[in-house]
């Protein structure tokens, strides 16, 4: 099944990005605002085990840590995501670069810019303009955050949590 | 916040579910398959730490069992709800027992009847059809269930799990 590891940020910051999502993110129904920290990846049943204490070890070295989110930014012009800007905190990216080690698969497909996304799919037309007007709403949230979750696809392309590792645990 | 407590079958069940939610349970897109183990209730972001030392002392008591999924009912003329039933084996009904102690709300709506919905909100004239054409499919999955998840809903309905705990974990 295709896996991915996520941050999920207070359900104030959700209820915020989801104002936005309704209107501009196709994949609204299909999970809710979330920080990715690895990207999807194949797993078989057989290698969750190993995937789940990798998981384990990783969460419980890293202590809970301060997400800020700062500004509507984009990634034009590789493609239409508008998002909110997280900044790359040292636990992020560590947490991100030991999901790419052991039993990880170590594809990186790009350059690792935590994000929340709030649309996409966004058709050139319309695409600078809404951005334009997202821009200057204010953004900056800065919360706790204390778990990391494993999650999997469904065949009707929603996304489930399988399991919830928490940060400097002691498992 | 609205909280609640469920049990997700395998990604094979919730597959073989949504088949039929996708045309029957307008709840399709805000919560995946599940068995809701402890309904709908509010909790304040200052009972939460108390309600989670609880579901940790809880599931840690209860060791992984086997879900039984047997045929296809209805609560209907209750409610024109159609399920996968559930056998209500003795782990379900404590956890549910226990989930109505301690901190949690007391209230209880209806009796305990363990299930996994796939229709509701069904017109009358449509009802009877589709709960004779689904009571012709055979469902019978057997599987182990290992975790609960506490989840909330979010402003726009849709259901984020907040935590998991294992069954029979040493914390």
């Given at each position: 099944m295709k896996c991915g590891v996520v941050?999920?940020?207070?359900?104030?910051?959700?209820?915020?990005a989801n104002e936005f999502r309704k209107r501009f993110?196709?994949?609204?129904?299909?999970?809710?605002?979330?920080?990715?920290?690895?990207?999807?990846?194949?797993?078989n049943d057989d290698q969750l085990p190993t995937i789940?204490?990798?998981?384990?070890?990783?969460?419980?070295?890293?202590?809970?840590?301060?997400?800020?989110?700062?500004?509507?930014?984009?990634?034009?012009p590789v493609n239409n995501v508008i998002y909110l800007k997280v900044t790359p905190v040292d636990a992020l990216?560590?947490?991100?670069e030991k999901m790419h080690?052991?039993?990880?698969?170590?594809?990186?497909?790009?350059?690792?810019?935590?994000?929340?996304?709030?649309?996409?799919?966004?058709?050139?037309?319309?695409?600078g303009d809404i951005l334009g007007q997202l821009s200057m709403i204010q953004f900056s949230y800065n919360e706790m955050?204390?778990?990391?979750?494993?999650?999997?696809?469904?065949?009707?392309g929603a996304w489930e949590v399988y399991e919830t590792f928490k940060l400097g645990a002691k498992q």
């Open positions: 941050i999920f940020p207070s359900k104030f910051v959700q209820d915020k993110d196709p994949a609204y129904t299909l999970i809710s605002p979330h920080v990715t920290i690895r990207s999807g990846f194949e797993l789940i204490s990798q998981l384990n070890e990783i969460a419980s070295k890293i202590e809970p840590f301060e997400l800020e989110i700062n500004k509507v930014s984009s990634f034009a990216k560590e947490l991100h080690t052991g039993a990880f698969p170590k594809t990186k497909e790009y350059a690792f810019v935590p994000h929340i996304t709030i649309g996409q799919q966004l058709q050139d037309a319309e695409f955050i204390d778990s990391i979750k494993l999650v999997y696809q469904l065949e009707n």
